[in-house]
């Protein structure tokens, strides 16, 4: 988490943004900010707006409505219009679209022509030690490996000291363990030098990993803003609540002021307060204990295949209740074996509970109001 960022005036702000091609909306009131040196993750599934949002920012694409403001200067609303070029956004992309005929001494200093030339080979120079490729400056893209790309272009987009960074799947294209470590340092610098950053990608993993705020996108829409933490462990639909892990979904019953599920009674949450519809009760694999013995409001299950991950085993338990099938995480010095009957209980208090047809219903209204001051 970027502590820099905590307690910051906002340099990004998005206000009911929305891109409309045809009669689809790839973006739809979008409405939400970065502070400075904040590290912010447009997060969902391939083709829910996130990679749009990124371009109406950098201004690769004209808005339908809203506005998109930079610090106190309007960059686009439906009387202003600040080009690309004039916006001064770094971006990385995907593919990170060096110019292969170029060193990456000259890739880095072709986004400096705004600086005086005598500046620009310095600049660029200082840039590439920055990822610790200085030593590479005369060589071509073509001799580099993919984390080594990835490098070049964060320096690229970085030298002439953005007002935000934008970057789009920077990571995707690298193998897993070089990932991993190109994310981190990466992450490291853009924190050292307090750049505010807007990040797309579809790993929640990832997300939660590097962010300072998630803004989970889906079909266009927010979803839900917050931190790591606020959506892996508050998430405000069932969506969200699905996006982040594997979800064990049980029905229960509203019983007046309680919901009844086979794991026993929980008094009725806010956000079902008014609700009439059937319930799901969610909880995440690792949230479950599995007994070999009988414990209280435990339910008894069979065990109908355990799989070894690594650091723990995943099994596939059939309640005997109702022949629910639930996904479960236990210890990886815990084992259990086929056709094994157990005990199950899960902690109530710790569970999400929705309506059942809250499948991509957004957040509250309220709640995005929040999440940007204008």
């Known amino acids: 988490m970027n502590a820099y960022a905590e307690h910051s005036a906002n340099v990004l702000t998005i206000y009911n943004l929305s891109k409309k091609f045809g009669s689809r909306f790839a973006v739809n009131q979008a409405t939400w900010s970065a502070t400075?040196?904040?590290?912010?993750?447009l997060l969902g599934h391939s083709g829910c707006g996130k990679t749009t949002m990124l371009r109406l920012i950098a201004g690769m694409e004209t808005p339908t409505s809203g506005s998109i403001q930079l610090e106190h200067n309007v960059l686009w609303n439906e009387e202003q219009h600040i080009p690309a070029e004039a916006r001064n956004i770094g971006l990385v992309f995907q593919d990170y679209a060096l110019f292969p005929h170029l060193s990456v001494l000259e890739n880095v200093m072709f986004g400096l022509k705004k600086f005086p030339k005598k500046q620009r080979q310095e600049i660029a120079e200082q840039a590439l030690k920055h990822v610790?490729?200085?030593?590479h400056m005369h060589s071509y893209p073509y001799t580099l490996s993919g984390g080594e790309q990835q490098r070049v272009a964060l320096a690229r987009a970085l030298a002439p000291k953005p007002h935000v960074l934008l970057m789009d799947e920077p990571f995707s294209n690298l193998d897993h363990r070089l990932r991993d470590q190109i994310r981190q340092s990466t992450i490291d610098l853009l924190i050292q030098t307090a750049t505010t950053t807007v990040i797309v990608t579809h790993d929640p993993?990832?997300?939660?990993?590097?962010?300072?705020?998630?803004?989970?996108?889906?079909?266009g829409q927010?979803?839900?803003?917050?931190?790591?933490?606020?959506?892996y462990l508050q998430p405000s639909t069932l969506f969200a609540a699905r996006y982040f892990s594997a979800l064990n979904e049980i029905p229960a019953q509203r019983l007046d002021q309680q919901i009844k599920t086979i794991f026993g009674q929980v008094t009725v949450p806010k956000n079902l307060a008014d609700t009439k519809e059937s319930i799901s009760c969610c909880f995440r694999p690792h949230q479950v204990q599995v007994s070999r013995e009988p414990v209280t409001d435990a339910v008894t299950a069979k065990v109908l295949s355990s799989s070894f991950m690594g650091h723990a085993y995943q099994l596939r338990l059939q309640l005997a209740s109702d022949s629910t099938i639930i996904l479960v995480q236990v210890d990886h010095q815990q084992h259990f074996s086929a056709n094994q009957q157990v005990y199950v209980s899960v902690d109530l208090a710790a569970c999400f509970f929705f309506a059942s047809s809250d499948d991509t219903?957004?957040?509250?209204t309220s709640q995005l109001e929040q999440a940007v001051q204008v």
């Open 132 to 135: 610790s490729m200085h030593h």
């Open 36 to 41: 400075s040196g904040q590290i912010i993750c």
């Open 205 to 219: 993993e990832e997300a939660l990993q590097i962010a300072d705020q998630i803004i989970l996108m889906h079909q």
């Open 222 to 231: 927010i979803i839900q803003i917050g931190t790591p933490k606020q959506l």
């Open 361 to 364: 219903s957004i957040a509250i």
